[in-house]
């Protein structure tokens, strides 16, 4: 597709739940970044890829949150026993390297009940 | 603490009306200032993007104007319409950093 592709576009888990959201970049996007936006907030930061390499990640909130790019393509986040907290957009954006433009899919909208 | 911050958090235009969003910082690293344009359901679309050499910016009826002095800068829309109404957010970048500190947004509607 011409842009990044998240899935899936809203997600509702039980407190304690695993989820896992998925991020589809452009291709040829060397730079994945993984953002959480709190409602009526910017974006916060969680993690860069380089390819397939987590470069930094230190903006997960904790250890319950995961990610990874094995191909260097595709990248998945994961949040284990979710809580109350959690719930936010998950928004993933791609840059073809890592200090050009970034360019954002339409996030998840995860609700944690 | 927050880094960036913006004002108004939300603002009412008429058609035709000049809207002006604000932000303000800090840290004196930042070296490149992006605004983002966000509409319901749909993720930040890069609007206009200014670096601290120059004092403003125009694409189309967008305008950054930036006062490195006051570490402040603003975005003015011109003839603001109806379709320009969505959530705007203001962000700054350290020089050599790839992570944008965004500020809380502000909510811009415009009335036909």
């Known amino acids: 597709g011409a842009g990044v592709s998240q899935s899936p576009r809203y997600k509702v888990a039980k407190r304690g739940q695993d989820v896992a959201l998925r991020c589809d970049p452009i291709?040829?996007?060397?730079?994945l970044f993984w953002y959480q936006q709190a409602l009526g907030q910017g974006p916060e930061f969680l993690t860069y890829?380089?390819?397939?390499?987590?470069?930094?990640k230190s903006g997960l909130p904790s250890d319950r949150f995961f990610a990874e790019r094995p191909e260097g393509s595709v990248s998945t986040l994961k949040i284990q026993r979710t809580q109350q907290e959690d719930s936010a957009v998950y928004l993933c954006?791609?840059?073809?390297?890592?200090?050009?433009?970034?360019?954002f899919g339409d996030g998840t909208r995860l609700s944690i009940l | 603490q927050q880094q960036v911050k913006q004002s108004p958090q939300s603002l009412i235009v008429q058609k035709g009306g000049i809207s002006i969003i604000n932000c303000a910082y800090e840290?004196?690293?930042?070296?490149?200032f992006p605004w983002y344009q966000q509409f319901p359901g749909k993720g930040p679309a890069l609007l206009i993007a200014?670096?601290?050499?120059?004092s403003e910016k125009k694409e189309g009826r967008f305008t950054i104007s930036f006062n490195k002095s006051a570490k402040q800068f603003s975005l003015h829309i011109m003839d603001s319409q109806p379709g320009d109404s969505a959530t705007y957010f203001c962000?700054?970048?350290?020089?050599?950093?790839?992570?944008?500190?965004f500020g809380r947004g502000t909510s811009l509607i415009v009335h036909p």
């Open positions: 954006a791609s840059s073809l390297v890592r200090n050009q433009p970034q360019h």
């Open positions: 291709s040829g996007h060397v730079s």
């Open positions: 890829f380089q390819n397939e390499a987590q470069l930094d």
């Open positions: 840290n004196t690293a930042f070296d490149y």
């Open positions: 200014i670096r601290p050499d120059v």
């Open positions: 962000a700054a970048r350290e020089g050599g950093s790839y992570i944008p500190t």
